[in-house]
């Protein structure tokens, strides 16, 4: 049986990739900051197939101990921070998670057992104020957020170890990636829990800002079959994982008010405080080397995503309770 140690295991990526290893026999191990006996509400319900050890980014020696216990044959690095405006109020905070937990996480591999496949979570915010669209692998780094210059330092530290030291490490270089399971806190959910908060009488306008803006959205689901798809390669690489596809805010904005059959223009109000500088150029990625090497595709299509979205939102506010994590 293949065992794999995951970081973040709690969050939206770590509970669908978990679900994922499960299905496919491995043995999962998942390291937590926290105290092991605390709940976990996104892996709540695959909880007793799981093996959870704690450890701290910023303690090589709780890495360590987490890596001997579990003794996994493939690891997957997903802790970080992850709301990106928010690494401008922390940004020292950003660099020690992000980017100094990424090399002690390599070094606790190097320690321990080099043979130890690595994924490392990257970010399409590493590239940041480029001019070049779409973005593939060797699009030109340009990151212009503490949150993307941390993630960049990780990118570049893993693919040293990379050359240096012969290790099997690879950075999926993830656009945005959304489920049921993503924090409120980011535009797609703050976009369908309000279509589903309207619909149920408990709002009455959603404030946005560019409804011009525009990003590729994926599913969390499929883009976990990718991180596992590169770890079953004979070498370690670099990929951009996304759909291809650029969409709007405002698209986003219609596929979620029509799951629930409302006119968005009834409802969406422009707010400049929420309105940012344009990007330079589209952010949409290129994912043909995902497709080609390890013939990855999206499965979900973005209107699905949306729908599966707004429906967890209604439920979610129909009941008044925190939603619990369900299989697929």
Same mark, same amino acid.
Request: charged share 20%.
């Given at each position: ?12 990526? !770590? ?17 937590? +900051? ?5 709940? #976990?509400? =996104? ?18 020696? &709780? ?33 020690? #998670? ?14 321990? $057992? ?30 212009? &957020? ?9 990118? =570049? ?6 050359? +240096?030291? !012969? ?26 829990? &309000?279509?589903? @908060? ?8 959603? +404030?946005?800002?560019?409804?011009? @803006? ?12 990718? *991180?596992?798809? *590169?770890? /079953?390669?004979?070498?370690? !690489? ?30 969406? %109000?422009? $707010? ?11 952010? %949409?990625? $290129?994912?043909?080397?995902?497709? $080609? %090497?390890?013939?990855?595709?999206? +499965? &979900?299509? #973005?209107?699905? *995503? ?17 939603? %619990?994590? /369900?299989?697929?």
């Amino acid at each position: 049986m293949p065992r794999a140690l995951i970081t973040g295991i709690s969050g939206q990526d !770590g509970s669908y990739l978990a679900e994922l290893l499960l299905g496919k026999g491995y043995e999962v191990w998942g390291m937590v +900051r926290r105290s092991t006996n605390d709940r #976990f509400p =996104l892996i709540e319900h695959i909880r007793d197939d799981l093996r959870l050890v704690q450890g701290d980014m910023l303690d090589q020696m &709780t890495l360590l101990d987490a890596v001997s216990q579990s003794r996994p044959n493939e690891l997957y690095n997903l802790a970080a921070t992850s709301f990106v405006p928010a690494s401008w109020k922390q940004p020292v905070m950003t660099a020690q #998670f992000t980017a100094v937990g990424v090399t002690s996480m390599l070094e606790a591999i190097r320690i321990f $057992d080099p043979h130890i496949r690595l994924y490392q979570a990257s970010s399409s915010e590493i590239f940041g104020a480029t001019s070049e669209s779409p973005q593939n692998e060797d699009t030109s780094f340009r990151p212009h &957020t503490p949150y993307g210059v941390a993630k960049l330092y990780g990118h =570049l530290m893993v693919s040293s170890y990379r050359e +240096r030291y !012969g290790m099997h490490a690879s950075s999926g270089i993830l656009f945005n990636h959304e489920s049921p399971r993503r924090p409120a806190d980011f535009v797609t959910r703050k976009v369908t829990r &309000t279509a589903a @908060a309207i619909k149920l009488g408990q709002a009455t306008e959603l +404030r946005l800002g560019d409804l011009s @803006a525009t990003r590729d959205w994926a599913h969390a689901r499929d883009v976990v079959e990718a *991180m596992w798809l *590169m770890l /079953q390669q004979h070498e370690g !690489g670099d990929y951009v994982v996304c759909t291809g596809v650029s969409r709007t805010v405002r698209e986003l904005v219609q596929a979620a008010f029509a799951v629930v059959d409302l006119d968005p223009e009834q409802y969406v %109000v422009v $707010d400049q405080a929420f309105v940012r500088p344009p990007d330079p150029v589209p952010l %949409v990625g $290129d994912p043909s080397k995902a497709r $080609d %090497v390890l013939g990855w595709v999206p +499965r &979900t299509s #973005f209107a699905d *995503m949306v729908r599966e979205m707004v429906e967890a939102d209604l439920a979610y506010l129909g009941a008044g309770s925190t939603p %619990v994590a /369900q299989p697929g």
